[in-house]
């Protein structure tokens, strides 16, 4: 791919680092820089405006510090260190947390996986680790790989897993234009649209009392949305196109809306209120078209993902949101039930047949 440095008889992880946005991480950072600086030489820690000693306690530690001078989120920050990283030549970093949620016993094995697949990104999972996450997290979590793996083209096993490997090259192609908590799923839908292979690799996961920044109702709206509209406009695409599966492009209908905030939010609203319906729309495009527009919404047909269920499954979100309203509701007059809980665990998870996924 354009841009990895490919010189005879140099290893492609030859310049690799460890990047950590971080905000707020003085009780936790020290020990994730040491021990990331077993396994790599550079430890780079983008400071969001942190309040507390975290910049102090990074670079005694011995990474290097680079301030956004603000507090910024966790996307921006990302994208910042992404461009320090191309501007020194960097051929892959790893991003891994700064609140000590993540194993950094766990580089080595996202080295070698590197060296293997040095075009991939690499995807930490911990949905092996179910009883340690909560359970609404765990949840939502399922639902969000469902949709995201559509859109990237392939089952991801966790999509919102923090602790990756990206390979510079793959990034710098991309145009980025959402922030916080949505940068990491943007990532891997528009490279994973693009065709780059996203791997998982079983990863360990701590939930101490590390507390969290991620607001629930507002960063997984924000993600929703997001999701929802590069997949309706993914498939406007794939619809009237013949074998289209790979549907990025720099000037993507995304890009265009993403350069300004308010037509951005109007936009992913008008499309989030009419996704269903259009989604129906499409459902009978797919199952009519064929014979005009051969291998139309290709993407779903080179994964033998069954259209109806898509469909299913997205008219029962709203009726699960409702009902995870009613539950929160009855849970303040002193009621505990949990209906959705179950539900989504037996339903979500099995929509996607996993055939041989991203094989070796
Ligand atoms: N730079 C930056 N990093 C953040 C911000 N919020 C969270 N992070 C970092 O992103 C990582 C994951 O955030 P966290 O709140 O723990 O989310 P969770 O683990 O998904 O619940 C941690 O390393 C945080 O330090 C922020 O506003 N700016
Ligand atoms: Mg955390």
């Not at 839908?189 to 590390?210: H, L």
């Not at 300004?260 to 078209?289: D, E, G, R």
């Not at 014979?291 to 069954?306: H, P, V, Y």
Request: hydrophobic share 40%; net charge neutral.
């Amino acid at each position: 791919m354009a841009g990895i440095d490919e010189k005879e008889g140099q290893s492609l992880a030859s310049k690799l680092c460890v990047i950590i946005p971080a905000y707020n991480a003085s009780r936790t950072i020290r020990d994730v820089i040491t021990g990331a600086l077993k396994h790599v030489p550079t430890v780079i820690v983008g400071d969001d405006g942190s309040t507390d000693e975290t910049a102090d306690i990074a670079r005694r530690a011995g990474a290097t510090v680079i301030a956004t001078g603000g507090n910024r989120g966790k996307g921006y920050v990302l994208q910042m260190l992404f461009r320090k990283l191309i501007e020194d030549g960097y051929d892959a970093a790893i991003t891994i947390d700064a609140d000590g949620q993540h194993d950094t016993e766990d580089i080595p094995a996202f080295i070698e996986t590197h060296r293997q697949h040095s075009h991939d990104i690499i995807v930490g999972s911990r949905m092996h680790e179910q009883e340690v996450i909560p359970r609404a997290r765990y949840n939502s979590m399922h639902i969000a790989r469902f949709y995201i793996s559509l859109a990237a083209n392939q089952f991801i096993e966790d999509t919102q897993c923090g602790y990756r490997l990206y390979p510079i090259a793959l990034i710098r192609n991309l145009t980025l234009t959402t922030g916080k908590y949505v940068t990491e799923t943007e990532i891997l839908i528009k490279a994973g649209d693009a065709g780059a292979v996203i791997r998982c690799m079983d990863v360990k996961v701590i939930y101490g009392n590390s507390g969290s920044y991620y607001r629930p109702v507002l960063d997984t709206t924000a993600i929703t949305a997001y999701v929802v509209t590069y997949l309706i406009m993914k498939w406007f695409k794939e619809a009237f196109v013949p074998n289209r599966p790979f549907t990025y492009t720099q000037t993507n209908i995304m890009n265009l809306m993403g350069r300004n905030k308010i037509i951005n939010m109007l936009f992913q609203t008008a499309v989030v209120i009419v996704s269903i319906f259009v989604c129906s729309l499409y459902f009978i495009q797919y199952k009519t078209m064929p014979n005009l527009i051969r291998n139309n919404f290709a993407s779903l047909r080179g994964q033998e993902i069954n259209f109806s269920r898509i469909v299913l499954a997205s008219y029962m979100l709203p009726v699960v949101l409702l009902l995870i309203i009613a539950e929160k509701a009855a849970g303040i007059l002193g009621f505990d039930i949990r209906t959705v809980d179950g539900f989504i665990r037996r339903y979500y998870p099995h929509l996607w047949t996993v055939r041989e996924v991203n094989p070796s």
